[in-house]
């Protein structure tokens, strides 16, 4: 195998923004063929309301968001494009959406429309909000659901006020959370032979994330502590400053947290109760965490990283976005790929960290123009180029050439 552990597989991709791109972009970097239906009129909405373009329609986060894959511009509401979209799917092993479930219906697409359609079919519904529910089918974007999951309110008990995460969070562990369903069902489908539906709702997903980690004491009934992690969220859980700099220190282990009582010139607090242990350390977080702030003002962050590291504590100097583009051990495994993109230039792309020893995927497509890819996967199916172009006269089919 030398293309991904993917390769051979076709899913259609029904997605936009974030949540579903993150998602076939994964499928779409382990090797599969990931053909992504957009509608005439722009297309995939990142096209547009990112910043950062050269071109109109390709912003360069939908550059990032959606490598390896092929653009098929298609009017599905339109009897033919719909057929079209029909031919495709059951071609297909896997069709992914993050269109509303009970606008999927309406559509003609949803689990028992298109299992009637190719009976193998991975279906995979990317929800807001379950089913059962009184929020189902309600609209909701990452904040929204950083909002409702307790994941603003972690900043809340940190800071003393309400934030989301400066980067949509919610929609990126979803989609991977997709991902992973979907090669969770093909597995079974290789065993038993046929498809199924899989829902994977935003804000039970992140519910779940934000409650493993804080409910806690909460998890006994009647609980025998308040709810969250202290030590997780001190307003002191940070990078914290050094003389010239930031820096972020990490010792857990009884080893390790010894060794940076030392290194800091603090050996008696290797026999202080409230550090003798890790269930101490974490019972003291607040304490634990102010001895390391004041400690960390004394030196350089260079000069702490030297010390700790020949201590064995991990550390690690803070990266602004704009460093992480330096990064030294980023730049070693090649993280950051230069890239000459056809309509857009010389770029740089985020590179696909996992490795895999069976083959990793060779044939690298750059981000496509809406439709780039239209009237190629309309003649794999088999249409007719006279039909082809009526379609596109028609304009139930748009082609990039039409949009230059």
Not at 50 to 71: D, E, L, W, Y
Not at 146 to 157: C, D, E, K, N, P
Request: glycine fraction near 10%; aromatic fraction near 6%.
């Amino acid at each position: 195998m030398s293309g991904g552990p993917l390769e051979g597989l076709r899913v259609v991709d029904l997605t936009s923004v974030v949540v579903g791109p993150i998602c076939s972009r994964t499928l779409a970097d382990q090797g599969a063929e990931v053909i992504k239906v957009e509608s005439p009129g722009g297309g995939d909405l990142l096209r547009s309301m990112a910043q950062g373009s050269r071109n109109p329609g390709m912003s360069g986060k939908f550059i990032q968001f959606n490598r390896n894959k092929r653009s098929l511009c298609l009017d599905i509401k339109d009897p033919e494009g719909h057929a079209a979209l029909l031919a495709l799917i059951r071609t297909a092993d896997v069709f992914v959406s993050n269109i509303r479930p009970n606008a999927l219906d309406r559509a003609g697409l949803g689990w028992e429309a298109l299992r009637a359609v190719n009976p193998r079919l991975i279906h995979c519904s990317i929800l807001a909000f379950g089913r059962g529910g009184p929020y189902f089918n309600r609209p909701a974007y990452d904040p929204i659901i950083q909002s409702l999951s307790g994941v603003a309110g972690t900043f809340h008990r940190a800071t003393g006020e309400p934030r989301f995460v400066p980067m949509v969070m919610t929609d990126h562990i979803t989609g991977l959370i997709a991902a992973q369903c979907i090669g969770f069902a093909l597995f079974r489908r290789e065993r038993s032979g046929v498809g199924e539906a899989i829902e994977v709702p935003m804000f039970e997903n992140m519910a779940s994330f934000v409650m493993s980690e804080h409910l806690g004491a909460g998890t006994f009934d009647p609980p025998v502590g308040p709810l969250g992690d202290g030590r997780l969220l001190s307003p002191d859980y940070r990078p914290v400053p050094t003389s010239d700099g930031y820096i972020t220190v990490g010792p857990n282990t009884n080893a390790q947290a010894f060794a940076f009582f030392d290194a800091i010139g603090r050996p008696e607090l290797k026999t202080d109760p409230r550090f003798l242990s890790a269930a101490a350390r974490t019972a003291n977080a607040a304490e634990y965490l102010k001895i390391r702030a004041a400690a960390m003002r004394q030196k350089t962050t260079a000069e702490w990283l030297v010390i700790l590291g020949a201590a064995d504590v991990p550390a690690a100097a803070y990266n602004s976005l704009d460093d992480l583009l330096e990064d030294p051990h980023l730049a070693a495994t090649g993280f950051f790929v230069p890239e000459d993109h056809p309509s857009e230039g010389r770029i740089r792309r985020t590179a696909t960290p996992n490795r895999f020893s069976g083959g990793m995927r060779q044939d690298a497509l750059p981000a496509p123009r809406l439709g780039e890819s239209s009237r190629a996967i309309l003649r794999e199916l088999g249409v007719a180029e006279e039909a082809i172009d009526g379609m596109i006269a028609a304009g139930i089919v748009t082609t990039a050439e039409d949009r230059a």
